[in-house]
Each structure stands twice: as C-alpha cells, then as structure tokens.
C-alpha cells in the first residue's frame, strides 16, 4: 500500500461523500467509511465510492462471537475492502476467525481501546484504569491472533512498531501543523508518525471540513 493518506468520510449523506471523494481523489490513498456511512447506504453505498479509484477501508469495527463476525466478513467479501476493522477486546478465536474469513487482500486491524474511554470508565466495566496497560496487553493479543495490526494514536505507533516491526499500523487524529485541532486530544502532524512507523494515517475533518478539500488533502500530501 504506497499512498498512505487516507480520508475518513463521516457522513450517512451518500452525495456529499462522493463529490468530497471526487475532489480530493488525486491527493489521498483511500477512503475510509464508518458505521455512520455503512448504516445509510450499506453494500451498495460502498460499492458506489469504490468506483471513485480508491482503495476503501471499512471501518465498521466487529465485535460478537466469532462465528458471527467471520459471516459477517464473509458476507462483506465481494467488496474486497482494502482494510477492515475488528474490537482486539473480541478475543483471541475472534481475531483469528476474522482473519481467516477476509479476503487475502484485506488488511484486518484491531482496535485496542477506544479513545473515547478515560480511567472512570475502564474501572466501570472492570479493567484496570490504566488505559496504557490495556492497550499493551490487546496489542500483544491482536499480534498473536494474526491479524495484520492496529489501530494507534500518533503518540503511541512509535512504541507499537518496536514490539511489531511487521505490523500494519493505523493512525487517526493527526492535524497538519497549522491545523485545527478540535475534539481530538493528543494529536501528531502527519510527518510525524509517518516518520514514528505508521502504515496508513486517517484524516477526516481536516480535509472534508476545509473550504478547499483538494487544497487540504494536497497540502497534507505535499508533507509526507
Ligand atoms: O475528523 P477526524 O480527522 O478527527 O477523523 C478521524 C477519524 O478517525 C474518524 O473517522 C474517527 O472515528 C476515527 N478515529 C479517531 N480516533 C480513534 C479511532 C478512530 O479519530 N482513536
């Protein structure tokens, strides 16, 4: 996978998705489609973005038995996602039924822990509060279970790289150097950690929010 921007269109609006990803379709390396998108349009919405040219990345982020999410992979096959998301928090047989359903093509990346979660809220649902040991401990799981990688924050891909050196890393939040940051935390410009061992970086607002989307994602490009 040589272009490693790819633009998160967080949007249910079928045509707002589609004249962004035309716009900006010579300045990233793919498009990233979340629940949000995938529960407006399903099947059909993707394979209408994929006749943009991108690889497409389906972030739809599967946790429940693992006979269930490997039909549920199964059933997504003939979309040929380029990368697909699972919860590591599935657990090991999950993970590897996942793996074993995707095509051979398709990346399959583990979330560790949502980001979204802070020390109250591990201690509410039974874990340690330490959101760092947590993310240690599903990496080690999602390395091996076989899956293809992680999802890691800018801050953390550096020390994810070292334990994984083969691993397919995915980084979100990162913000161009004179970027707004808005409601992401501990952000990193693109540069950065493609420099620490990203594989792929997501940038979604930064791009679908700006005047100019084209000039945006060419103007990240022109850093990488
Ligand atoms: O608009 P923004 O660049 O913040 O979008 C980032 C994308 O990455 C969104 O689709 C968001 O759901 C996703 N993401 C994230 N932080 C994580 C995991 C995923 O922002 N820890």
Redesign the pocket.
Known sequence: MSAPLYV?L?TPDMDRAKAIAQRVRNHVGGI?L?LEFFMANGRHGVREMAEVGLPIFL?LKFHDIPNTVAKAIQALRPLEPAILTVHAAGGRAMLEDAKAAAPSGTKVVA?TM???LDDRDLVSIGLSPDPHEQVVRLAELAKSAGVDGI?C?GEEVAAAKKAWPHGFFVV????PANGVI???KRVVTPRAALDAGASIL????????AEDPDQAARDIEATL
């Not at 997501?202 to 929010?209: A, D, K, W």
Request: net charge neutral; hydrophobic share 30%; glycine share 16%.
């Open positions: 998160a967080d990233k979340g972030d979330v949502l980001t979204s999802v924050s979100p939040g990162v913000r808005g409601d992401q997501v940038v979604g607002r930064p791009i679908t929010q």
